[in-house]
Nanobody, 115 residues
Framework: QAQLVESGGGLVQAGGSLRLSCAAS????????MGWYRQAPGKQRELVAT???????NYEDSVKGRFTMSRDNGQNTVYLQMNSLKPEDTAVYFC?????????WGQGTQVTVSS
């Protein structure tokens, strides 16, 4: 079992920055993969960034160069630093963690970017 708790969302003007946090209830190295997803109103949930078990990080094309995913193993926390935010980044952002047998989701945190 695992719980994921996101924080750090909010309202920001275009061009601003936010840092999202995802605190896990178990060591993050116990997951095969961890990632950030987002879902805008009326749209499907989409992958934003993910750590893979080989240590690589993958980003969705529209956030490359603006978003950076990082981790703190000692705090069992992953982060998503979001810079140069755009109105189209507005969405609920979810943390995701996967093992071989199941995946876990956080409750989501709202990010709103005003133009």
């Amino acid at each position: 079992q695992a719980q994921l708790v996101e924080s750090g969302g909010g309202l920001v003007q275009a061009g601003g920055s936010l840092r999202l946090s995802c605190a896990a209830s178990r060591p993050i190295f116990s997951f095969n993969a961890m990632g950030w997803y987002r879902q805008a109103p009326g749209k499907q949930r989409e992958l934003v960034a993910t750590f893979l078990s080989d240590g690589s990080t993958n980003y969705e094309d529209s956030v490359k160069g603006r978003f950076t995913m990082s981790r703190d193993n000692g705090q069992n926390t992953v982060y998503l630093q979001m810079n140069s935010l755009k109105p189209e980044d507005t969405a609920v952002y979810f943390c995701n963690a996967q093992t071989l047998y199941r995946q876990y989701w956080g409750q989501g945190t709202q990010v709103t970017v005003s133009s």
